[in-house]
T-cell receptor
Framework: AQKVTQAQTEISVVEKEDVTLDCVYE???????LFWYKQPPSGELVFLIRRNSFDEQNEISGRYSWNFQKSTSSFNFTITASQVVDSAVYFCALQEVDRDDKIIFGKGTRLHILP | DTGVSQNPRHKITKRGQNVTFRCDPISEHNRLYWYRQTLGQGPEFLTYFQNEAQLEKSRLLSDRFSAERPKGSFSTLEIQRTEQGDSAMYLC?????????????????FGQGTRLTVV
């Protein structure tokens, strides 16, 4: 069965520090997608990134970067030079490309960026 | 089209009452999903529709829950005889599935959710 584990329940860092959010997943499929979503206090889910299981290239987008390692089934997310506006709950998620396409979410990591 | 729309955004109801939420997906999206998110947890899958057909229901969806998508466009989620444990954010998502190919990608777009409080 598919599963997403975010071991860090809550993290606090001081502004401008770098922070890495961990994500480990389980799946029996060879084709799947991995996601990161941000959920600010307002509640909506904000899409950050999607990764295809066939593409292990790391990605950088501004202060955000993602490290996808199939060998360890991990898809970690790093925020460089964190800012107070980065404070939110971050969810890692997995989508197996079967007839359902439903997304399985981790429990989330609450990130506090302290000024 | 401004994305997936959910109404109401907030709902407070007394225990035992029935409530109904509505989701308007992105136009022409043929798949529609309902998720529930309780405090401190990630969203959990409830059910999904391919056009008007409800294809899967999670075990989380008790008999008091019913979802419909009568014309394959908007969907409603009804909870009968609400309980305090039903308090949660109910999220809707939609996607366009063209071909179920292993190498195709069907991005799901989420609405802003309906926050239900049962008192």
């Amino acid at each position: 069965a598919q599963k997403v584990t975010q071991a860090q329940t809550e993290i606090s860092v001081v502004e401008k520090e770098d922070v890495t959010l961990d994500c480990v997943y389980e799946t029996r499929d060879t084709t799947y997608y991995l996601f990161w979503y941000k959920q600010p206090p307002s509640g909506e889910l904000v899409f950050l990134i999607r990764r295809n299981s066939f593409d292990e290239q790391n990605e950088i987008s501004g202060r955000y970067s993602w490290n996808f390692q199939k060998s360890t089934s991990s898809f970690n997310f790093t925020i460089t030079a964190s800012q107070v506006v980065d404070s939110a709950v971050y969810f890692c998620a997995l989508q197996e490309v079967d007839r359902d396409d439903k997304i399985i979410f981790g429990k989330g990591t609450r990130l506090h960026i302290l000024p | 089209d401004t994305g997936v729309s959910q109404n109401p955004r907030h709902k407070i109801t007394k225990r035992g009452q029935n409530v109904t939420f509505r989701c308007d997906p992105i136009s022409e999206h043929n798949r529609l999903y309902w998720y529930r998110q309780t405090l401190g947890q990630g969203p959990e899958f409830l059910t999904y529709f391919q056009n008007e057909a409800q294809l899967e229901k999670s075990r989380l969806l008790s008999d008091r829950f019913s979802a419909e998508r009568p014309k394959g466009s908007f969907s409603t989620l009804e909870i009968q005889r609400t309980e305090q444990g039903d308090s949660a954010m109910y999220l809707c998502a939609s996607s366009l599935t063209i071909i179920s190919r292993r190498d195709s990608y069907n991005e799901a777009f989420f609405g802003q959710g309906t926050r239900l409080t049962v008192v």
